[in-house]
């Protein structure tokens, strides 16, 4: 069940499954080691990753969403997702 965006701060923790064209940096498990990592491979062009974990807070995704845009990783998509129980 999905908390609704009014119940949610953006101080809270929250898990997202986010997808980019292309492969993360080697680095990318040093910083954010408590993401799972899996690469998609597709029948043309690069390959997209998916990477599902838990920040923080909305800080933290930002954090994150910068670190993507500075490796120059393309982001596909982004979703809250909730944890598996």
Same mark, same amino acid.
């Given at each position: 069940?999905?908390?609704?965006?009014?119940?949610?701060?953006?101080?809270?923790?929250?898990?997202?499954?986010?997808?980019?064209?292309?492969?993360?940096?080697?680095?990318?498990?040093? +910083?954010?080691?408590?993401?799972? #990592?899996?690469?998609?491979?597709?029948?043309?062009? %690069? =390959?997209?990753?998916?990477?599902?974990?838990?920040?923080?807070?909305?800080?933290?995704?930002?954090?994150?969403?910068?670190? +993507?845009?500075?490796?120059?990783? #393309?982001?596909?998509?982004?979703?809250?997702?909730? %944890? =598996?129980?």
């Amino acid at each position: 069940m999905r908390t609704p965006s009014a119940a949610r701060h953006q101080s809270d923790p929250a898990v997202y499954c986010i997808h980019t064209s292309g492969r993360f940096p080697d680095a990318f498990s040093e +910083l954010y080691g408590g993401f799972t #990592v899996e690469v998609i491979p597709t029948s043309a062009g %690069p =390959v997209v990753t998916e990477m599902t974990g838990a920040l923080a807070d909305q800080t933290a995704l930002l954090s994150l969403l910068q670190y +993507l845009d500075d490796t120059g990783l #393309v982001l596909l998509s982004m979703e809250h997702v909730d %944890p =598996v129980p």
